[in-house]
């Protein structure tokens, strides 16, 4: 078996805030082979985005990495300076922002913009790097005619796939998917998945799926990543994932998604809030609201329970290995 | 504070009025600039309250008279500041200082007076036009953008040279010249948010005219707003009426641009810092009160825009 | 964009047909009228008054006049100052170059200075770095210009001695010249307008095919242009005039420059300030661009709109502040021009530089909305 591409280690970020600093993720592990595609999945808030603006360096100014390893093909990316980090953004790990109309600059012409990433990494002529920028508009399904227009007059679903063009446009050996089809109606999403789904198979890249909808997780992942509160509770393979889920989270997590099958059952709701990301809880950060939890859930971090290429974080597991 | 029992609708609205303020004050404060502003408008209101005083009670009026007055005690006017006269008197042997703090009065005045007629002015084509809309918008709009392009300096020149301008028409220009323009657009966008509300709506359904629709539910909405170009309308009033003066084509018997005009005039500023006393107090007071309105208008931006707080 | 183009201009129109109005109007309402002063002369007789009063078209009815005023002007007749004798078209014709030139200089330079300063300080920032500029930008935007202009004229004139003390030539160069000194200011115009103009398009051209090494080849361009006029304006002799008459600009425009700037510092400050918060900027840092790029590519490129915007609301306040400048400097332009016909009473020039004024105006927002549409492709194609 090939080293993965990507392997996380023991990665802490945290945010200066006027009340306090912010556990945004905590002691996060994660690792990806070539051609998997991961899902992140998690509610609002809990560090999802904040893991790939960590794993990408580009986190805002108050943010700050203060523990881990993220080596991207055996390097370690958190121990480079910043030039060196520059060389391997879009071109080593890239990534598709969500609300793709804000991720393009308005002023600029597309073709400008997919270009001038070509450029920054790679000596191409300039007519070459737009011939580029055509063959990836190709593959994500727009006309070569739109590359000269700007943001503004393309559609939503025309903007995700540009952007999408313009994540891959380095062939970057991971690409995030930060909540990519949010902001778009059911049906374009439907097709822009597909279109992703079929490009990350082909081109056997590793993918970061990041979203709160479990439904679009199940469609696109090969495996799956549950975070709460800046963990990772569970993770593994997404059959396994959906099957037979170990964490009282994502067993929660996936009985709140309505079934168009089966017999009429009422949503089962996950009452309480998340805690507050700045005065963590000692112990596991979902006992608060976890139907299952147990005295020492409260005091103290629960250990990893394995079961083959699937484990999670918890004292007294859902379907114990 | 526990709660009162409020019956009358006047109460209500009272005390509402008097938490909304000391609200806006508490946010005020925080910026220092804006309290700067403020200190410096309470200097100058100083000076125009102690200059009665002083020419009743200490001051000669043969001798300390802003206008008429002279010391025929010293020879070679202006003289430099000495203990009889602070700042020392101009080439006609007047008090500086007694000009000074004679004209702040007016200057007040003057701003107060500009900033009203913008006030209502701005206000009502503001509501008017977002209310009505169709052509007396467009109307009003092209008017504004008019108003938008004049130099305003230049117009008041010819408005000085056709009419004679004294204190009061030229605050009344002033006024007009800025509520008109970008003034009433900023205020309309404003209107028009509030005329898509649903109590307005309600009202109109209800029965409420026009005019009781604009009276009572836009015009206090928009105050705000307004108050904050105020400030900035007294600043440009100031600053106007100093550069006329300056030029010497205005109607007005004292101010602090009629100090430089006479001491320019009668040469005496060729001379550079010789007759600093002259030109420094005047060109430093307008500057000062100009400014300190406008730290104000800065000041109270955030307390108008919610958007603008830092919090 | 030329259809946007050609309603503005049709809305422009409208807009100075409304200030002829506004401005006849006026001039109607005043007490007694138009030749009060020039017929305030005790020596004519009454019937006298009565036909130069006719001469003048005062004895019609309003709206004949009305109609006449509103000839003339499309045919270029604003009529004859009582001062100087002459159409006064012609007095304006003579004064507009000067006024020109410095009204177009301070505002490049005073928009320049602003905006690179803003960006710089926007990039670096820091609350001392936050807190000084905006004092300072209050200050200079708030101070008495005519107190700041007599005491640079006095400070750099006076106690120095290195700038001129006014106008805009000295005498004794000039007292045996062959030509006129507006021939010279009509050179320098067409000079800046035919450099500027130059520069600017070969910028638009290289942008636009994207060739590396832009900035050099715009450097050499600008070297090679400066080097051919200063070529031409030696061999023509009027060198040496031209530097007088930029000797004598360099303190209006300074003055009139350092009242400005400053708006223009802090609107950019705070402005990249606010595109920095979207998300096109973390995206660009994502492609691993240089901090350069992304600042002046992405950020101040954006930024650089609602600037532009400012700019079209300061202009009939930097006209203002030209007139100012104009009187403190005794620089003979339009805005002086006005002044000094507005104090005797020759209300023909005084009402026609207004007019003028107003044109010129309405000039400048036209360019700067050319300007703004051509800056921002949102507008351009929708």
Not at chain 2, 297 to 304: K, Q
């Amino acid at each position: 078996m090939t080293d993965p591409v990507l392997q996380v280690e023991g990665l802490s970020v945290e945010y200066a805030t006027e009340k306090g600093r912010v556990h945004a993720v905590t002691d996060l592990a994660m690792t990806l082979e070539e051609g998997e595609a991961i899902g992140l999945v998690g509610e609002s808030g809990c560090g999802k985005t904040t893991v790939a603006l960590a794993l990408m360096r580009i986190l805002a100014d108050n943010g700050q990495i203060v523990n881990g390893k993220v080596l991207l093909d055996g390097v370690d990316l958190l121990q480079l300076s910043e030039e060196e980090m520059a060389k391997r953004r879009w071109s080593g790990i890239s990534m598709v922002f969500q609300a793709a109309m804000n991720s393009l600059n308005p002023v600029q012409r597309v073709v400008d913009q997919i270009v001038e990433a070509i450029e920054q990494h790679e000596e191409v002529a300039r007519s070459d790097a737009v011939e580029r920028a055509r063959e990836l508009f190709d593959v994500v399904g727009l006309d070569g005619a739109l590359l000269r227009r700007y943001p503004h007059e393309y559609s939503g679903g025309m903007r995700q796939r540009a952007v999408i063009a313009m994540a891959l446009a380095c062939s970057p050996r991971v690409i995030i998917a930060d909540e990519p089809t949010t902001a778009l109606d059911v049906l374009v999403q439907d097709r822009i998945l597909d279109q992703l789904k079929e490009i990350q198979s082909r081109r056997r890249m590793a993918m970061i799926y990041i979203s709160h909808d479990v439904g679009v997780i199940a469609r696109v992942s090969t495996s799956v990543g549950v975070m709460y509160a800046g963990r990772m509770v569970e993770t593994g393979p997404a059959h396994a994932i959906f099957k037979r889920p170990i964490h009282p989270y994502t067993e929660a997590l996936l009985a709140s998604v309505p079934s168009a099958r089966g017999p009429r059952r009422p949503l089962r709701v996950l009452g309480g809030d998340p805690p507050d990301l700045i005065d963590l809880p000692p112990g596991c950060p979902f006992a608060a609201r976890c139907s299952r939890v147990q005295e020492r859930c409260r005091t103290e971090i629960p250990p990893v329970v394995r079961s083959e290429s699937q484990w999670a974080l918890c004292w007294n597991p859902v379907n114990a290995p | 504070m526990a709660a009162r029992q409020l019956d009358k609708y006047y109460e209500i609205r009272l005390a509402l009025l008097l938490r909304r303020l000391r609200e806006s004050w508490a946010l005020f404060a925080e910026s220092r600039i804006g309290l700067l502003g403020v200190a410096i408008i309470v200097f100058f209101a100083l000076l125009a309250i102690a200059h009665p005083i002083l020419m009743a009670t200490v001051w000669e009026h043969e001798v300390y008279h802003p206008v008429i007055g002279f010391d025929a005690s010293l020879v070679g006017h202006p003289t430099p500041p000495s203990a009889r006269h602070l700042l020392g008197t101009d080439p006609l042997g007047r008090d500086i200082l007694s000009m000074l703090m004679h004209s702040t009065h007016s200057e007040f005045l003057l701003g107060i007076l500009a900033a009203v007629v913008t006030v209502v002015a701005a206000t009502t084509v503001g509501a008017v036009s977002a209310y009505f809309g169709g052509w007396l918008d467009s109307v009003l709009m092209r008017l504004a953008d008019l108003v938008i392009m004049m130099p305003a300096l230049s117009l008041y020149i010819v408005l000085a040279a056709l009419f004679d301008l004294n204190f009061t028409t030229l605050a009344i220009a002033i006024g007009l010249v800025s509520g008109l323009g970008a003034t009433s657009v900023i205020i309309k966008a404003q209107a028009i948010t509030i005329s898509v509300k649903p109590y307005v709506e309600a009202a109109r359904g209800a029965g409420g005219s026009h005019f009781h629709i604009i009276v009572t539910h836009m015009i206090p909405n928009l105050m705000p707003l307004a108050f904050l170009f105020m400030m900035f309308t007294v600043t440009a009033a100031i600053f106007s009426e100093a550069v006329l003066s300056f030029f010497g084509v205005l109607n007005i018997r004292m101010s602090w641009g009629i100090m430089i005009n006479t001491a320019q005039s009668s040469g005496y500023l060729g001379f550079g810092l010789e007759y600093w006393w002259l030109l420094m107090p005047a060109g430093l007071s307008i500057t000062l009160l100009c400014a300190s309105f406008y730290l104000v208008g800065r000041g109270l931006d955030p307390v108008v825009n919610p958007r603008l707080r830092s919090r | 964009m030329t259809k946007y183009l050609t309603s503005r201009l049709f809305q422009s129109a409208g807009v100075m047909f409304v200030f002829l109005t506004l401005v006849f109007v006026l001039v109607q309402s005043q007490p007694g009228d138009y030749a009060n002063v020039f017929l305030d002369n005790p020596r004519l007789t009454l019937e006298e008054r009565a036909e130069l009063r006719a001469s003048f078209g005062l004895d019609r009815p309003a709206y004949v006049q009305y109609a006449l005023y509103v000839k003339n002007f499309f045919k270029g007749d604003l009529g004859r100052s009582f001062i100087h004798q002459r159409p006064v078209v012609h007095v304006i014709m003579e004064r507009l170059p000067r006024t020109a030139m410095l009204f177009l200089t301070a505002t490049v330079v005073s928009f320049y200075l602003g905006f690179v300063l803003g960006k710089i300080i926007a990039w670096r920032r820091g609350s001392l770095v936050e807190y000084a500029s905006t004092i300072s930008g209050v200050f200079l935007f708030t101070i008495f210009l005519p107190w700041l202009g007599l005491m640079a004229l006095w400070l750099f004139g006076l106690e120095l001695g290195w700038l001129p003390l006014g106008k805009f030539l000295t005498p004794r160069l000039w007292s045996d010249a062959p030509f006129a000194a507006n021939h010279v200011f009509h050179r320098l115009l067409w000079t800046a307008f035919i450099g500027g103009g130059f520069l600017i398009a070969a910028t638009f051209f290289l942008n636009a095919r994207r060739l590396p090494g832009r900035g050099f080849i715009l450097l050499g361009l600008a070297a090679m242009l400066a080097l051919a006029g200063w070529g031409w304006w030696l061999s023509s002799g009027l060198a040496g005039y031209a530097a007088d008459i930029l000797k004598h600009m360099v303190l209006p425009v300074a003055v009139l420059t350092a009242v400005s700037f400053a708006g223009t510092m802090l609107l950019t400050r705070s402005s990249m300030l606010e595109v920095l918060r979207e998300d096109f900027v973390v995206a660009a840092r994502a492609k691993g661009l240089s901090e350069k790029a992304i600042r002046d590519r992405h950020v101040a490129r954006n930024a650089l709109l609602p600037v532009v915007t400012a700019l079209m609301f300061s202009l009939a306040g930097a006209i203002d502040g030209g007139v100012i400048t104009e009187s403190i400097f005794s620089w003979p332009g339009l805005g002086l021009t006005l002044l000094e016909s507005a104090v005797v009473g020759d209300m023909p020039l005084a009402v026609g530089a207004f007019v003028f004024t107003g044109v010129f105006s309405l000039v400048a927002h036209i360019a700067a909305d050319v300007l703004y549409v051509s800056l921002d492709p949102r507008i351009r194609y929708s």
